[in-house]
């Protein structure tokens, strides 16, 4: 993920190569997009490693499709996209653990 | 000070808060894994009921030159406006149904029928409130910009008029719901951001002026001569819904018992701790099924802040495993009837009005936290409010 993200701008205006976990919980509660910023449509997306994908817990916030699509094209061969309706918020159980997204009601593909 | 030595907690150990974090996972699982059929029917019952119950107001309001028929439809419609906005609109905006898949019944696509945008809602509620629940300076739940609710926030005389701030909030709830995200108290400073403020305005007045038409315009007009009596029943829902629903919201986190919290005490909490902290900050309240029906499942506000986007037609059953937890732990559970809770948050709200000195002898339940520290916060050590927003807003910035 190259461009500069919502779930990666720091208070002070500066960018984190991951996740800013403020951000992430905003996302995740507000119901917005972890790449624009912008209110979530249905279905929700996750982009993240084949593992992330294989255990259904992701990193990076949701996002909308076709934002998710947008990172997908900037790395491609990387990562998977997932689409669902639902997800979890899941806060970490040890200090300074970053919080992960668990879908809930996965879209099948075609 | 660290989380740990918030009074409540200070009899637990490292280990029984992690196990109870663990006891609440657990509860939650179960959820998780039986949620299904059953559920699904449960909300699409209920908005079936309140569709019907708000057309058959707006029916019966064409007889309203007949007063029973006046008073019935606005009943009807009164009821309809409370069920869409609480059980309905406020759960499903906290995607408590998101896992139906249904594109309507979703977080990212439900707009409920009052005055606040939901996409402002989703922000001042499910994030700003949610994540700093009685947090003060951070969550302005907590006398929504106008009312001193703790001894933290420093008195003024403007205080002094609380009580009829607060009937007023009460009967114009919607409204002050509307101005919600907007942040009365930096407005008030001039700490807010004059375009950031401008594009929320816009937004507001665009849905305000939709409720306008519909309540006020449009189905007024369809009853034709009984126009005017159409508007005072319209008009007479939403006060009914108004009262209702800050009833509801200020016995959630207001009465005895509810916690109040200091930034640093969630300085990069853990999940144990998260649960903690929701637990303390919020207060139940008993009531008939019809009772917690018409509020949204909120009677139950300690499970809706350790749970809040799990179906709302499961907290009930929640409520008897933390309650359990609870005592086990001895960890307070605040709850009681309706009525007794609202008796204490007046009793707050009457007794912030006046200066900390003249109720010196008998204090609010709510005690300042730097007074449990040995002495009294001095106003630059008070906490300034969160000021961050989506995308939407701060862009405009």
Redesign the interface.
């Given at each position: 993920m190259t461009t500069q993200l919502?779930a990666q701008q720091r208070?002070d205006g500066t960018v984190d190569a991951g996740v800013v976990k403020?951000r992430a919980?905003?996302c995740a509660?507000?119901?917005?997009c972890g790449s624009?910023?912008?209110?979530?449509?249905?279905?929700?997306a996750f982009v993240g490693s084949a593992e992330e994908a294989a255990a259904l817990l992701f990193a990076f916030p949701p996002l909308h499709p076709s934002c998710a699509e947008e990172l997908l094209r900037d790395a491609p061969g990387e990562q998977v996209l997932v689409r669902?309706?639902?997800?979890?918020?899941v806060?970490?159980?040890?200090?300074?653990d970053p919080v992960s997204f668990r879908p809930?009601?996965v879209?099948e593909d075609d | 000070m660290a989380f740990s030595d918030v009074r409540e907690y200070t009899h637990l150990t490292d280990e029984e808060v992690e196990a109870i974090g663990r006891e609440l996972d657990q509860i939650r699982k179960e959820i998780e894994e039986s949620r299904g059929q059953a559920d699904r029917d449960y909300i699409l019952r209920i908005i079936k009921i309140q569709r019907r119950l708000a057309a058959a107001g707006r029916i019966t309001l064409f007889a309203s030159f007949f007063p029973p028929a006046w008073l019935l439809g606005t009943v009807m419609l009164g009821s309809a406006k409370i069920l869409e906005n609480i059980e309905i609109g406020h759960n499903t905006m906290h995607g408590q149904w998101d896992w139906m898949n249904d594109p309507e019944i979703h977080s990212s696509n439900w707009e409920w029928d009052t005055t606040q945008p939901a996409e402002q809602w989703k922000h001042s509620h499910n994030y700003i409130h949610h994540q700093f629940t009685n947090v003060i300076g951070h969550d302005n739940d907590i006398g929504y910009g106008i009312l001193r609710m703790t001894r933290d926030q420093k008195w003024h005389p403007v205080n002094l008029g609380q009580p009829v701030y607060n009937a007023l909030l009460a009967l114009f709830f919607e409204w002050g719901v509307a101005l919600h995200d907007l942040d009365i108290g930096a407005i008030r400073k001039g700490e807010k951001n004059p375009k950031v403020l401008k594009r929320q305005l816009k937004q507001i007045y665009k849905k305000v002026g939709k409720q306008a038409l519909k309540d006020y315009i449009v189905y007024p007009a369809l009853t034709g001569p009984f126009w005017l009596r159409t508007l005072t029943a319209n008009a007479t829902a939403n006060l009914m819904r108004n009262v209702w629903a800050y009833l509801v919201i200020f016995c959630g986190h207001f009465p005895d018992g509810a916690v109040h919290f200091t930034e640093e005490e969630l300085e990069d909490e853990t999940r144990a701790e998260w649960y903690l902290r929701q637990m303390l900050g919020s207060a139940n309240f008993e009531g008939s099924k019809l009772t917690h029906l018409m509020s949204g499942q909120l009677g139950y506000q300690i499970e809706h802040h350790l749970f809040p986007d799990l179906p709302s037609n499961r907290y009930a059953e929640v409520a008897v495993k933390v309650k359990d937890l609870c005592k086990r732990y001895d960890i307070p559970y605040t709850t009681g009837p309706l009525g007794r809770q609202y008796m204490q948050v007046l009793r707050t709200i009457m007794k912030l009005s006046l200066p900390d000195k003249l109720t010196s002898h008998d204090p609010p339940p709510t005690a300042p936290r730097g007074e449990q520290r040995g002495r009294r916060l001095k106003d630059e050590e008070r906490p300034r409010a969160r000021s961050e927003l989506g995308h939407w807003s701060s862009s405009a910035a």
């Open positions: 919502f208070d403020k919980i905003q509660l507000s119901r917005i624009c910023g912008k209110s979530l449509t249905w279905p929700v669902t309706g639902g997800f979890e918020l806060r970490p159980t040890r200090r300074g809930n009601s879209i | -």
